[in-house]
């Protein structure tokens, strides 16, 4: 049976819904007959600008879903349940995917050249490197 290729929104909020929870967009899409294939849903996402903001939010929302996971996580490890260096890998991929999927929150503080509000000074010092260092100014 032929993938879906014409465009549903409807489908496109199921899709995005599950996407939300926290699972991979691949695996959502090969887990359905009734779910276009990848590189549909891609091209509706270029396509459409609702179902571009949508997934976007939940991508957000699938960021949010693995900080409940890290919680998890981090229950497991204090029940001992996990050890430490199991913990410190998944929490750290984890850490690294909710950084991916939701910067403005998760990810690490980046200040551009270009923010007025938190310039970048410089300082240059104009050295002279014929100069003798011992050189006082006299002569």
């Keep these: 049976m ?6 549903d929104f409807d489908l496109c909020i199921e899709i995005c819904n ?6 991979n967009i691949k695996r959502i899409l090969n887990s359905n007959d009734k779910y276009p294939d990848w590189t ?6 270029q396509n459409n600008e609702e179902l571009r903001t949508l997934y976007i939010n939940s991508q957000q929302d699938k960021a949010i879903a693995l900080e409940n996971e ?6 497991l490890l204090m ?3 996990i ?4 913990y410190n890998t998944l929490a750290q991929t984890l850490k690294w995917k909710m950084a991916k999927f939701y910067p403005k929150v998760f990810g690490d503080k980046l200040q551009h050249s ?10 240059i010092l104009n050295i002279d490197p014929l100069s003798d260092a011992t050189d006082n ?3």
């Design 2 to 7: 032929a993938r879906l290729s014409e465009y």
């Design 18 to 23: 599950e996407l939300a929870d926290g699972q």
């Design 40 to 45: 549909t849903f891609r091209r509706w996402k």
């Design 70 to 75: 890290l919680d998890d996580l981090r229950d």
């Design 79 to 81: 029940s001992k349940e």
């Design 83 to 86: 050890d430490a260096s199991t």
């Design 114 to 123: 270009n923010d007025p509000e938190n310039p970048i000074n410089i300082s």
């Design 137 to 139: 100014g006299t002569t």
